[in-house]
């Protein structure tokens, strides 16, 4: 099955690293607050459909889809 998410993390040089896919954005929400608790940083999720970024709200761990 084709997970259409990827969850990056943001690099201190403006580059990405790919950590995973996942299903949706509530799995996304899951787990990216498991690595913040891990690592902490700036994750954002990818969206393989729409090529859009969707940025994490690091204040509430919660992927808002209107934010690129």
């Known amino acids: 099955m084709h997970s259409p998410f990827d969850i990056l993390k943001k690099k201190p040089v403006g580059s990405f690293r790919w950590f995973e896919a996942v299903n949706g954005l509530e ?8 690595l913040i608790a891990l690592s902490p ?4 999720v990818f969206d393989q459909r729409t090529h859009n970024v969707i940025l994490a709200d690091p204040s509430s761990f919660w992927l808002d889809p209107r934010r690129e």
């Open 27 to 34: 799995s996304a929400n899951i787990r990216i607050k498991e």
């Open 41 to 44: 940083g700036e994750y954002v």
